[in-house]
Structures are given as structure tokens and as C-alpha cells.
């Protein structure tokens, strides 16, 4: 049973930084993709960044390329998203969702299949 447990969300200024954290528990196939979503209120929910859990390698959408990175310790079984100069455009419910690797071995969006609750960011 794959769970999944974000942390980290707050209020902060722009300009500031934010490290969330998704604490994932359960391992199996379907925890080889773990992403970071995000969805602001009437938005479509975007794709942050993901990992590849087996080999670490990870990639993050253009929109905050240059200011997120990801990483995952494994120690923790944790995926962490470090948020760097932030902007009010940031603000949004950051969910962390796992998912099995997809046609080509590929990470997809649609394929995430387990979702954690959520934790709120707001940006001023």
C-alpha cells in the first residue's frame, strides 16, 4: 500500500525559498516515477518535476527550471523539492504522486497512480 506524505508548504515572501519534502512509504513498482504536481485555483494542475526512483535521475518543467531542483534521499525514502526564488505565480497546492514507469520507460504524467494530500505554498 503506497503512501505518500508532503511537508514543508508555508507563507513566504518573493524572492524567499521553500524545501518540501514527500516522505513515501509502501515501495513497489508503482513508486519508480515520484513527481511533484502543483495546481493553483482555476488552473490545470502542472507537472513540477519528477525523479526516477532507481537511478535518481530527474527533470523539472521549464516554467521553474533554474529555480526548483529535486532530489530523493534514500535513506528517508523521500523525494525533496527545493524552491528557490519564489514568485507569487508559485503559489499553489503542491501534491507529491507516484506512479509506474510508462511506455519506453518513461515517467508520464497521466501515469501517476497514488497521490499524497497536499501542502499549501503562498507566495507574496
Known amino acids: 500500500h503506497v503512501q505518500l506524505v508532503e511537508s514543508g508548504g508555508g507563507s513566504v515572501q518573493a524572492g524567499r525559498s521553500l524545501r518540501l519534502s514527500c516522505e513515501v512509504s509502501?515501495?513497489?513498482?508503482?513508486?519508480?516515477?515520484i513527481g511533484w504536481f502543483r495546481q493553483a485555483p482555476g488552473k490545470e494542475r502542472e507537472e513540477v518535476a519528477h525523479i526516477y526512483a532507481r537511478n535518481g535521475r530527474s527533470d523539472v518543467a521549464d516554467s521553474v527550471k533554474g529555480r526548483f531542483t529535486v532530489s530523493q534521499d534514500n535513506a528517508k525514502n523521500s523525494l525533496n523539492l527545493q524552491m528557490n526564488s519564489l514568485e507569487p505565480e508559485d503559489s499553489a497546492m503542491y501534491h507529491c504522486?507516484?506512479?509506474?514507469?510508462?511506455?519506453?520507460?518513461?515517467?508520464?504524467?497521466?501515469?501517476?497512480?497514488?497521490w499524497g494530500q497536499g501542502t499549501q505554498v503562498t507566495v507574496s
Open positions: 509502501g515501495i513497489t513498482e508503482g513508486t519508480n516515477c
Open positions: 504522486a507516484s506512479g509506474p514507469l510508462g511506455t519506453g520507460g518513461i515517467c508520464h504524467t497521466t501515469d501517476y497512480k497514488y
